[in-house]
């Protein structure tokens, strides 16, 4: 187990150093400015004040003070990016948007259809979003050594496209698998499959913007204010094809943890090491609401390391963390790579 840290929270202020980190080929600032007011256009993000200058020095020091630091990130990471999530105020549930559960899922042939065709349909603006200022600021701490192992919730990769190589705790769906007999293979190589099985489909899709919303043309689909595609039941129900597994005809899924299913044993004990070995776990955005990575949590504050969250809103450990900043990630992590001694390489 890593070393304890005693971090003087609430009995000091630190002062926000003068030094400066020049940081070669990388415009925190430009990236921040753009996704940041993308996300916010589409009503995305939560309303959160701008980080005070006590709240990066403190989110500094705790940086500054762990040898062994882990970094577990959820959907508030995805937001800022223009990828809606589900429990912010104005997440997908806040609209009554249930998601599928793996149950439904496997016994369900229609469920089946019903997912693959919303997902076809908004593939092209999930794979278009972007990683954040706070993709990339995590990522140069963590090529700077300090940052000795990520975690995410996430399953939209940007963390990867930003120069990061977390543990993905529910999986990706940049992967299909077959659930019979294991196979997997690239999601765009699925997606060409969608596209040949079903082409007045992809006619459809590619001129959606352009044709009369909800006609027979474009199979019902309208494009939802948060960038989902809404599309009626007849036609994904009766119209559209799914392909089988190359391998065995079984069926295909996303390679995620869908709600109601386990993440598999070997990723979770992975993660369970990296964060009992750890003297300082910080969690970014996520209110921590599945067990998978709540757990994580409970097991370093029982392991007496210091924990810290940046999330705008409650979230399920609020109990028992002392230090919490609600603040944008994108606004708040990349104020770090001009602090002290964080001497950050450039990211490529």
Known sequence: MGRKLTLPWASKR???TACRIAIPGVSSEIKEQVTLN????????????????????????FFDQSDKLVVLTGAGMSTECG??????????????FRPITHQEFLRSNKARRRYWTRSYAGWRMFTAAQPGSGHFALASLEKAGRISSMITQNVDRLHH?????PLELHGTVYTVVCIDCGHSFCRHSFQDQLKARNPKWAAAIGSLKLDSPG??????????????????????EEDFVIPTCPKCDGI???????????VPKDRADRAMEAATGCDALLVVGSSLMTMSAFR????VHEAGAAIAIVNIGVTRADDFVRLKFSARCGEI???????GSLSIPAVH
């Open 333 to 339: 992590l990349p104020r770090l790579l001009n602090m």
């Open 83 to 96: 990828i809606p999530d589900y429990r912010s105020p104005n997440g997908a549930y806040s609209s009554g």
């Open 296 to 299: 994580l949590v409970r097991a």
């Open 161 to 165: 496209r930003a120069g990061s190589s």
């Open 252 to 262: 295909l899924k996303p390679d995620v943890v869908f709600f109601g299913d386990n």
């Open 38 to 61: 993308s996300a916010r256009d589409k009503k995305m993000v939560p309303d959160s004040a701008p980080p005070s200058t006590e709240d990066v020095d403190l989110l500094y020091q």
């Open 14 to 16: 630190f002062i926000q």
């Open 215 to 236: 006609s027979d043309k474009s199979f019902g689909m309208r494009i939802r204010p948060d960038g989902d595609i809404d599309i009626d039941e007849k036609f994904w």
